[in-house]
């Protein structure tokens, strides 16, 4: 379980991005997470990965993430908006990637690089934006950690990988898993996600499951659901 309350993170004294986040999400479920510009998404999971230092009450499957401990580190992966590209092929990153991770699943690389249809024998450097996601992505997934998070990771994305991505995310998704997915490409998750989390300045204004939020609002729309409850007309 992944459990915030009253969660604030400024950069500044004066201008907290988050304010008082509370939070409750369960194993089992993919969440996709939603908010204008510069309301805190990608802020909100670098805190939860333990990369900024939050106020509050937070945990990330009953651990700290502000303590770093190994079995914290262990237990998550992220993919960030814009990650570090190395100088090497997929292959050799898995290969110094893979005792980090004790549950490191090789098939799940494979497989994930096979329906991304990624050059392994490529470096890194030399793909594009599009094929670097794909691998980090596919990586990621190997890692086979319980927590797995991800900020925008279709951007750069052709319509046919947006398909794959969905059909190999939704594949991992277990009763032991949570999935949080930031983006602005709602479509992109459409048939993917089973739960929706609204991001405002002022907290969460909605959480709730696809069917909770369909029997409340009337529909299952994310979108028209998003602009309801963003500009106040729920």
């Known amino acids: 379980m992944i459990k915030t309350t009253n969660l604030t993170y400024g950069y500044t004294k004066s ?13 089992g479920h993919i969440y996709g997470l939603f908010g204008k510009n510069g309301v805190g998404k990608s802020t909100l999971l670098k805190v939860l990965t333990g990369a900024l230092l939050g106020q509050g009450e937070y945990e990330v499957g009953g651990l700290d993430p502000r303590h770093r401990e190994a079995e914290f580190l262990q237990s998550f992966r992220m993919v960030p908006e814009n990650e570090a590209i190395f100088n090497l092929t997929i292959e050799e990153l898995a290969k110094v990637t893979r005792p980090l991770y004790p549950t490191f699943s090789q098939q799940i690389l494979d497989e994930a690089l096979k329906e991304f249809d990624v050059p392994t024998q490529q470096k890194l450097t030399h793909l594009s934006l599009g094929q670097q996601k794909k691998a980090l992505i596919s990586l990621t997934l190997a890692c086979n950690t319980p927590y797995i998070f991800m900020d925008e990771p279709t951007n750069g994305m052709d319509i046919p990988s947006k398909r794959s991505f969905r059909k190999l995310v939704a594949g991992m998704a277990d009763e032991n898993r949570t999935i949080v997915i930031s983006t602005h490409q709602v479509d992109d998750l459409e048939g993917l996600i089973d739960c929706v989390i609204f991001l405002e300045n002022d907290g969460v204004r909605l959480s709730a499951s696809i069917e909770e939020m369909g029997q409340q609002f009337g529909t299952e729309d994310i979108k028209e659901v998003f602009c309801q409850v963003i500009s106040g007309q729920e």
């Open 15 to 27: 201008y907290p991005i988050l304010k008082g986040i509370d939070l409750s999400l369960e194993k």
